[in-house]
């Protein structure tokens, strides 16, 4: 979501609609939380990786020890409330307008305890809500880049710029 981002995709792409990827929104959101657990003074082990993981990915074990965690702050349970909620909104096929009208609805809410990630997200609703065209997320490219990280890390530095093309090349196209 950095400003940057838009301009350049919006010059290079005029009819493009800008799409912001959930899982940067969600990181926001995620950040926030943290935030507001250290604030409180939560530091068992394990209570970052369980409020920040997604509730349906945990297993009975964490779940019960995430409701102990829970019960420490009314506060904080419901901020975790909260992004499980905007998870959710994500989660269901909708429409753009149908998805606008509920982040709205949660950012009224969420202002309190999520002051910077809804901020951001206000600012952006546009681009964020746009993911409801085609749910299309930046996954691959992000994996994509990853790869050219490691090629280049495995290479050394290349100092031929055709070897280091010659090199993806091999990996991208086999």
Known sequence: MWGGFAKVIL???????????????????????NKLRKKIGIKDKYS???????????????????????????????????????RAIY????SVKAGYRKMNKWLK????LFPDAAQTIENHLEGICNYFISRATSGVMEGI??????IMRQGYGFYNFDNFRERLLACFLH
Do not use: G, W
């Not at 965690?69 to 506060?75: A, F, G, R, V």
């Not at 349970?77 to 499980?84: D, G, M, N, T, V």
């Not at 809410?109 to 309190?112: D, K, M, W, Y």
């Open 48 to 86: 970052k990786y369980l409020l920040l993981k997604n509730f349906v990915d945990l297993d009975e074990e964490q779940k019960k020890y995430l409701a102990q965690i829970l019960q420490k702050s009314p506060c904080l349970k419901i901020a975790y409330e909260l992004k499980e909620e905007f």
């Open 145 to 150: 880049n990853t790869r050219i990280k490691l």
């Open 109 to 112: 809410i969420a202002r309190i």
């Open 11 to 33: 010059y290079v792409f005029t009819n493009a609609s800008l799409v912001y990827d959930r899982f940067h929104v969600m990181k926001l959101v995620n950040t926030d939380l």
């Open 91 to 94: 989660e269901k096929h909708q």
